[in-house]
Structures are given as structure tokens and as C-alpha cells.
């Protein structure tokens, strides 16, 4: 039962990450590096 609750919080893990990524190259792609720098934070 462990591995697979483990499993689903790394696949959960993953999915955000991916998304994450998604939205930043599609902010970079639309509005430029400087877009992508707000959008993380910097």
C-alpha cells in the first residue's frame, strides 16, 4: 500500500513540475525572457 500512495505523490509531483514548466515556455515563447523572469519570481 506504502509504494503505491508513494507512486501517486511522486506522479502528482511530476504532473506540477511539467505544468510549471509548460506556463514558463509558454511565457517565455509569448512575451520574451523577461516575462518568464516576473512569472519565477526574479
Known amino acids: 500500500m506504502d509504494e503505491?500512495?508513494?507512486?501517486s505523490c511522486w506522479g502528482v509531483t511530476a504532473k506540477a513540475v511539467i505544468g510549471f514548466a509548460g506556463i514558463m515556455m509558454l511565457?517565455?515563447?509569448f512575451g520574451?525572457?523577461?516575462v518568464a523572469?516576473?512569472?519565477?519570481?526574479?
Open 4 to 7: 503505491s500512495v508513494q507512486k
Open 27 to 29: 511565457a517565455w515563447l
Open 32 to 34: 520574451g525572457p523577461e
Open 37 to 42: 523572469v516576473v512569472l519565477a519570481g526574479g
